[in-house]
């Protein structure tokens, strides 16, 4: 089973960025695609994005597409969510996945571990 920890998320204005990482241990990391998702109060849970094992495949959320990178250290065992231009539709919590495929996936049901979530907050 694979642990997951969230950390920096925050408050910030409207056009601003923060940087989401998630530090995972229990399993061996590398060979496992990775992913983010949000939710906000009184919505569905959304995809945010993803990337493959090797780091060399990502897939956004089209809400997302274009303002929001994902990245992986394999060798620090970390995923990160780089998020840039941001918007008040943006608030959220943010939590991070794993999956045991090697596929990337947007489907919530096929991420077997989930992170306890971190808030971001975006003001207009």
């Known amino acids: 089973q694979v642990q997951l920890v969230e950390s920096g998320g925050g408050l910030v204005q409207a056009g601003g960025s923060l940087r989401l990482s998630c530090a995972a241990s229990g399993r061996t990391f590398s060979s496992y695609a990775m992913g983010w998702f949000r939710q906000a109060p009184g919505k569905e849970r959304e995809f945010v994005a993803a990337i493959s094992g090797s780091g060399r495949r990502t897939y956004y959320g089209d809400s997302v597409k274009g303002r929001f990178t994902i990245t992986r250290d394999n060798a620090k065992n970390a995923v990160y969510l780089q998020m840039n231009s941001l918007k008040p539709e943006d608030t959220a919590v943010y939590s991070c996945?794993?999956?045991?495929?090697?596929?990337?996936?947007?489907?919530?049901?096929?991420?077997?571990?989930w992170g306890q979530g971190t808030q971001v907050t975006v003001s207009s």
């Open positions: 996945a794993f999956t045991s495929g090697v596929e990337i996936t947007t489907i919530f049901g096929r991420y077997d571990s």
